[in-house]
């Protein structure tokens, strides 16, 4: 822990514009104080209003920062190899919200995955789900929100297409039973390209700009 936190004070003190902090003040014993602008994520407010951070603290929310974006990888890891079992425990147990674009909303994580083994786990189904740019925001110590981008690709051999889209995700995650989960995850389709593949294996574009009203 005290080599932890040594390297932290060192990685600040040589990045304190890329994380957040502005119109620092001063720092002793192990407790950062700032003023002016500050993230909500950050801290609380000391008698002469400004906020006090420790090292702790601060450590804390890098861990679950790490813990948060691991959490949205295993899950779209499990999506491409078809893993129906690692998908669910990424999903909230109770009350998790899916809403994709292109498909029904659900309310459960069950049912969600029924229809994902169904569908997305079918013979001839190859799919990709590049996530990137993630953007992580804490609103207390056990909620936080992401904006992630994914380029996602589809190979189905059954209707012989090939389907490339952008797409945006927000979530919300939460810290329960010692452990972060996806509560609440949406997304909209930004762009699509689809290709059919002709007899002759030539792809032909059959869409290209906005998606389909629907998808699978």
């Not at 700032?34 to 090292?55: C, H, I, K, N, R």
């Not at 974006?69 to 109770?94: G, I, Q, S």
Request: glycine fraction near 10%; hydrophobic fraction near 40%.
């Amino acid at each position: 822990m005290v080599l932890a936190l040594t390297l932290l004070s060192n990685y600040e003190s040589r990045n304190q514009a890329q994380i957040g902090l502005r119109n620092c003040v001063g720092r002793s014993d192990g407790v950062l104080r700032l003023g002016g602008f500050l993230d909500v994520q950050y801290g609380t407010v000391g008698a002469m209003g400004e906020a006090v951070v420790t090292l702790e603290q601060r450590l804390q929310r890098l861990e679950d920062d790490r813990a948060i974006r691991d959490l949205k990888a295993r899950y779209l890891r499990a999506c491409d190899t078809k893993d129906p079992e690692a998908v669910r425990d990424c999903l909230l147990p109770v009350g998790a919200v899916i809403a994709y674009d292109g498909f029904p909303a659900f309310a459960d994580r069950e049912d969600f995955v029924a229809v994902y083994a169904q569908l997305g786990c079918a013979p001839g189904i190859f799919d990709v789900h590049h996530g990137a740019n993630g953007v992580i925001r804490f609103v207390n110590e056990d909620r936080a929100t992401g904006q992630w981008s994914l380029l996602f690709h589809n190979i189905n051999l059954t209707s012989r297409t090939l389907t490339q889209m952008g797409v945006e995700y927000d979530d919300l995650y939460v810290r329960q039973d010692g452990r972060w989960w996806i509560a609440e995850t949406r997304s909209r389709r930004l762009s699509c390209l689809i290709h059919s593949i002709d007899a002759a294996g030539q792809p032909v574009v059959t869409v290209m700009g906005d998606a389909p009203e629907t998808f699978g």
